[in-house]
């Protein structure tokens, strides 16, 4: 009897010790990474590139991916766990458009019961809604010229400029103050001898 309460004790023990793995029976489930591309404040077409981080993250099957304008990027997962991303953008051809090298850092949460998706930009702490590629493209200057010519008034009336301010009126105002205040002064004068 004291011998099997020993093997039943053993194994128990033994059991205990084997490492378990965590199983999970979840659907495939969907998460979608909002992603835009502008050209001069302009949504336009590009590509953008998805690597991994995590050596059991999902990656879509065409890599890298083809955004017109505004997009999203679909990723599916059957197991929970943590899966962490850098997005950027893949420059193009045209050496006029300078291409945005912002690198993005997205962390996906993919839990029983809930998913949550956090866009962050290298070197930043503040989450962002989306990631977002301003890309610009430098307009070539074109030659322009000015004409300008004179006229003179040969009518002999004044040009009209748009000010109707009555100059003279304010003229007349400010010399009869100076003759009042001339006249004031003097009083006074007067009135101290």
């Given amino acids: 009897m004291k011998k099997r309460y020993i093997i039943q004790l053993f ?10 793995t965590n199983v999970s029976a979840l659907d495939a489930v ?20 998805l690597s991994t981080t995590s050596p059991d993250a999902y990656l879509p099957s065409t890599n ?15 197991h929970t766990g943590t899966y962490t991303y ?10 006029a458009i300078t291409y945005d090298a912002t690198v993005y ?3 996906v949460f993919i839990g029983t ?4 998706v956090t866009i962050y930009k290298d070197g930043s702490n503040n989450k962002d809604d989306k990631a977002i590629f301003n890309n610009t493209k430098q307009e070539t200057p074109t030659k322009t010229t000015t004409i300008t010519t004179t006229r003179k008034n ?26 009042v205040v001339f006249f004031l002064l003097r009083r006074l004068k007067e009135d101290k001898k």
């Fill in 64 to 78: 890298p991916m083809t955004i017109n304008g505004q997009g999203t990027i679909t990723l599916q997962y059957t």
């Fill in 154 to 179: 040969k009518t002999g009336k004044e040009t009209k400029t748009g000010d109707s301010t009555p100059i003279m009126f304010y003229l007349i105002m400010t010399i009869c103050s100076l003759i």
């Fill in 30 to 49: 969907s998460v979608e990474i909002p992603v835009e591309l502008t050209l001069n404040k302009q949504v336009t077409q590009g590509q953008v590139e």
């Fill in 11 to 20: 194994l128990v023990s033994l059991f205990s010790l084997l490492p378990l």
């Fill in 105 to 107: 850092h997205i962390t």
């Fill in 86 to 95: 850098e997005l950027k953008q893949v420059a193009g051809n045209d050496s």
């Fill in 113 to 116: 019961d809930s998913r949550v």
